[in-house]
């Protein structure tokens, strides 16, 4: 067993669980650098399909150890407490998590643009934005602007939705 010099029980418990789901994402991102290695790196025309792959492991794989160094080296004086969200932080995570599970389950009805649309116009304010010109300013070019250049400049077939929008 890994020994941590705590005093208190719960900080002990938490840095554990907290170096446990550091070592499972370090073996994730591991896992996934070893099957992009699987993968032609590139092709005649540019980035083959282990090119990205390798690259999002090997920065997950990096962030993850930086994680797993800090909570080691994390001072045993009740400061463990820091590393657990505040309700704040936990409702900003869960704004994410519902608004993302919409988007996916509204994109082929609503098409690219609206998703995109109300995604952001819903997730800023979650986040904390307050300007009442920079979220729907964003929004319009996150979703059409957005859409615009990967539809029509990049080729990239995107949903257009029941609406035609």
Not at 54 to 83: H, K, N, Y
Request: glycine share 10%; net charge positive; proline share 7%.
């Amino acid at each position: 067993m890994l020994a941590f010099p705590c005093r208190r029980w719960e900080d002990m418990t938490l840095k554990i669980g907290w170096m446990v789901g550091s070592v499972c994402f370090l073996g994730l991102f591991c896992f996934g650098i070893w099957q992009s290695l699987l993968l032609p790196f590139g092709d005649r025309i540019g980035p083959g399909p282990g090119f990205f792959p390798f690259w999002l492991s090997l920065l997950g794989g990096t962030l993850a150890l930086v994680l797993i160094v800090e909570v080691w080296r994390m001072p045993a004086d009740g400061q463990a407490d820091r590393l657990t969200p505040d309700a704040t932080a936990i409702r900003s995570m869960l704004a994410v998590i519902v608004l993302l599970s919409a988007s996916a389950l509204l994109l082929n009805t609503l098409g690219f643009r609206l998703t995109a649309l109300g995604f952001t116009a819903l997730l800023l304010p979650a986040l904390g934005a307050r300007s009442l010109i920079a979220i729907p300013v964003f929004s319009l070019v996150a979703s059409f602007g957005v859409f615009h250049a990967f539809y029509y400049w990049l080729k990239v077939p995107l949903p257009i939705g029941m609406f035609g929008i």
